[in-house]
């Protein structure tokens, strides 16, 4: 896992720090659209529901508080897992 150098800070995409900044002022909880699955959460995104999106849709996002520090992308999976395949040896009996 790379690292973030502390004195850089977290990297926050500037588009989302302004609609959230839009939203908290206008006092509306609509969902804010991204494509930035690196951005950090910051403390001031929580309350807000940001739509993530995953390669196919947006995923709604609730930002809380223990979701602070981590990134939008691990809130919005890319892949889904359909199970592993059949044991092929043991239907045939």
Known sequence: ???RAVWKGPFVDVHLLKAA???LSSGKNI??????????????FVGLTFGVY????FI????TERMVGKKFGEF???RTFNGH?????????
């Not at 969902?31 to 001031?44: D, G, Q």
């Not at 709604?60 to 930002?63: A, G, R, S, T, Y």
């Open 60 to 63: 709604p996002v609730l930002v």
């Open 1 to 3: 896992m790379s690292r």
């Open 85 to 93: 395949s059949a044991n092929k040896k043991a239907s045939r009996v």
């Open 76 to 78: 919005s999976p890319t």
């Open 21 to 23: 900044e839009a939203v």
């Open 54 to 57: 995953n390669g196919r849709k």
């Open 31 to 44: 969902v804010i659209k991204t494509w930035s699955r690196r951005s950090t959460i910051l403390p001031n």
